[in-house]
């Protein structure tokens, strides 16, 4: 029996780890993903003609390594006359685009070059977001709103919530109450579906990547003094990152065509199912059972012990 490595959910997380183990090892990787579509939170969905992601995704990273797995998966567009920069440990080198590259209008997994545009509409009116320190900003909010918030934001930096147990907590001390109440606590709630109050402080942490109102008034000088050229922007914080790369399609273009690789190379990827437990013998893991959310039946997989005793 060939080794077999079950993956639950297939996310980027997921599909990343089965392609690897098929490009690096003799491990059959067997994801069990509980929907009906590959992506998990990067998959793009098809409505009406309409093709959506959920929620926005950039093709952003510091590692060379990542940059370089996902044009692996999808060239970059070819851009006449142009090149994409890319620094690393204060060295740079470049991404060659030229006539002869793939063109977004022939070729549809294709990665694209973008600069970012995400705006948030409140107020009936369209924001910034990340919030910038533009004229139209103080505008849309109004005087009362504007002073509100100042005075909310010199609050928190004097008395700070201590500790912080919940993302409420964290959003406020950054960003002062008003502001909190203002953009973030509705769109993280609607987007995530549980409030704010019930996300720890960590989470907040990881997803906004140092995120501050000295971090964007730092960020709008920097703009005010030249542009931004490289792909990865070193540094600048994750969540005011400028330019990025962007499958044409969409996102879950990206891990539809790494799920196509890896069913080619022999993976099994198993939609509408979801593990319901692990079968142990000692401290090892020797089955899985695995529930078809369509149909009800329930199936074995069944695993190779290191010491190759077969199950």
């Not at 044009?71 to 090149?83: K, N, R, S």
Request: charged share 25%; hydrophobic share 40%.
């Amino acid at each position: 029996m060939s080794r077999v490595a079950i993956i639950v959910g297939a996310g980027p997380a997921g599909l990343t780890a089965a392609y690897e183990l098929l490009q690096r090892s003799d491990v059959k990787p067997i994801i069990i993903e509980k929907c009906d579509v590959i992506g998990g939170l990067s998959r793009t969905i098809e409505y009406k003609g309409n093709r959506l992601d959920i929620g926005p995704h950039r093709f952003f990273s510091k590692s060379d390594r990542v940059m370089d797995w996902w044009m692996t998966m999808m060239p970059v567009q070819g851009l006449p006359g142009q090149e994409v920069e890319i620094s690393y440990h204060n060295q740079k080198r470049t991404i060659p685009v030229s006539p002869d590259g793939p063109a977004p209008d022939d070729v549809e997994n294709v990665l694209i070059t973008l600069q970012r545009q995400t705006r948030i509409y409140y107020l009936r009116k369209f924001f910034d977001y990340p919030i910038s320190l533009k004229l139209v900003t103080f505008t849309n909010l109004g005087l009362a709103r504007t002073i509100r918030i100042g005075l909310s934001y010199m609050k928190a930096m004097a008395m700070p919530i201590k500790p912080e147990s919940n993302l409420e907590e964290f959003f406020t001390n950054r960003f002062g109450r008003e502001l909190y109440l203002t953009f973030f606590k509705d769109y993280t709630e609607k987007v995530w579906g549980i409030a704010c109050s019930k996300i720890s402080a960590d989470w907040g942490a990881q997803r906004v990547k140092g995120l501050s109102i000295v971090k964007v008034v730092t960020h709008a000088a920097k703009k005010m003094l030249g542009s931004v050229t490289d792909l990865r922007q070193k540094q600048t914080e994750t969540s005011l990152v400028e330019q990025f790369m962007y499958p044409k399609k969409g996102t879950g273009s990206m891990w539809q065509e790494v799920a196509d690789r890896v069913l080619a190379k022999g993976g099994e990827i198993r939609k509408d199912s979801e593990v319901v437990r692990f079968i142990t013998e000692g401290n090892q893991i020797t089955a899985v059972e695995i529930k078809n959310s369509v149909t009800g039946a329930v199936s074995y997989t069944h695993l190779t012990l290191p010491t190759n005793r077969e199950v």
